[in-house]
């Protein structure tokens, strides 16, 4: 059984699976989404942006992007909604990072490993043209 303080008030709580907070902060959350949820699901409603959502709804950003973040809310039927690319901030479906910061986070990671392999290629080289001399004193 593992104890763990709120996220949200402090109070201490038994994590339970699926939960990341304490009860009374569940049913608070379960609250909010019923409200972003009525408000998304009526048609006139569905192409609103994050912003839109958080001022009419008043639910915080933060907590409709864990919504979708946790598959509790599909964004697949309203497209202004997204979630935040965690490199630009761009409007993104799903993942962490958008195509474009992927592709950097790609490119670079490539260009390290092809240094780190150069790098180890030179050390090796260094250890095959080593030379000893003798030391003529001692023998």
């Known amino acids: 059984m593992d104890v763990f303080n709120c996220p949200n008030c402090n109070s201490l709580f038994v994590m339970i699976k699926f939960r990341d907070v304490c009860d009374a902060c569940y049913k608070e959350e379960e609250a909010q989404y019923d409200k972003v949820y009525a408000y998304i699901r ?9 912003m839109q959502v958080v001022m009419e709804t008043g639910v915080e950003e933060r907590l409709i992007i864990k919504f979708i973040r946790t598959g509790k809310l599909r964004i697949s039927q309203f497209p202004n909604l997204g979630i935040p690319c ?29 240094e780190e392999k150069r790098l180890t290629e030179i050390q090796g080289n260094d250890k095959k043209n080593t030379y000893y001399m ?5 023998g």
């Open 42 to 50: 009526k048609k006139t409603n569905r192409t609103a942006s994050m």
């Open 86 to 114: 965690g490199k630009c901030g761009a409007n993104i479906k799903s993942g962490r990072l958008c195509g474009n910061c992927g592709d950097s986070l790609r490119t670079d990671l490539q260009a390290f490993e092809n």
């Open 134 to 138: 003798k030391d003529e004193q001692k």
